[in-house]
């Protein structure tokens, strides 16, 4: 079966630092990955994408970044967070069936970002 | 992308049934239908998933007119632990990625 896993589960960290999140699927292999965030009591926004090794497509231009090093890890990155940048970040993994569309996405368990 | 429109907010009552009605006239013909239920500081969970008429599976079932401009999540007898934000959404042309709204939140009392 298929696991998603992101870490860490909370963080807090001050104006200005960096920041990384990795997220890691197991028992499939080529999905789709996505960044999400939320905001407190507001519905998911999309921030990254990625097709495969390597492709990353953004949605939202901002000072965050996205790399697929590997088929089956995603990672979230920035070099100076902002106040704006705090959070519920979550990961998903989807993949296609067949010709007709139905990316169904299956998201991890979340890291909460704090930004002090 | 076809946008989707759902109520902000419900309330229901133990046992009840609940429909929450999706408006999506934009949708295209390679386009399905998914609703995924988020309870706070979770990810959101896939629930259902149809292309037109009736899907039903062992938590909901998913009406889909001729037309298929809206679709109905039918939670049947729900209960507490069934408060929840429930999302509608559309699969983008591509399948590469899906546009969440703010979805609907359920409140159900006992």
């Known amino acids: 079966s298929q696991t998603i896993h992101q870490w860490p589960a909370t963080l807090v960290q001050p104006v200005g630092s960096p920041l990384s999140l990795e997220c890691t699927v197991e028992g499939t292999s080529n999905p789709n990955l996505y960044w999400y965030r939320q905001a407190a009591g507001r519905g998911l926004q999309l921030l990254f994408y990625?097709?495969?090794?390597?492709?990353i497509s953004s949605e939202v231009p901002q000072n965050l970044s996205a790399s697929r090093p590997q088929d089956r890890q995603f990672i979230l990155s920035s070099k100076k967070l902002l106040l704006s940048d705090s959070g519920f970040y979550l990961c998903a993994w989807g993949v296609l069936r067949g010709q007709l569309t139905t990316d169904t996405q299956y998201f991890g368990p979340g890291t909460r970002l704090t930004v002090l | 992308l076809a946008k989707t429109t759902q109520p902000i907010s419900m309330d229901s009552y133990e046992g009840q049934e609940v429909n929450i009605t999706c408006s999506h006239n934009?949708?295209?013909?390679?386009?399905?239908i998914t609703w995924y239920q988020q309870f706070p500081s979770q990810g959101p969970r896939f629930i259902i998933q149809?292309?037109?008429t009736k899907v039903t599976n062992e938590v909901a079932s998913l009406f889909i007119p001729a037309d298929r401009k809206s679709s109905t999540l039918s939670l049947p007898r729900v209960s507490l632990s069934d408060t929840a934000v429930y999302y509608c959404?559309?699969?983008?042309?591509?399948?590469?990625?899906?546009?969440f709204g703010t979805g609907t939140r359920l409140q159900v009392f006992p």
């Open positions: 934009n949708i295209a013909t390679n386009d399905y």
């Open positions: 990625s097709v495969g090794i390597g492709q």
């Open positions: 959404l559309v699969g983008a042309q591509g399948g590469d990625k899906l546009i």
């Open positions: 149809g292309y037109k």
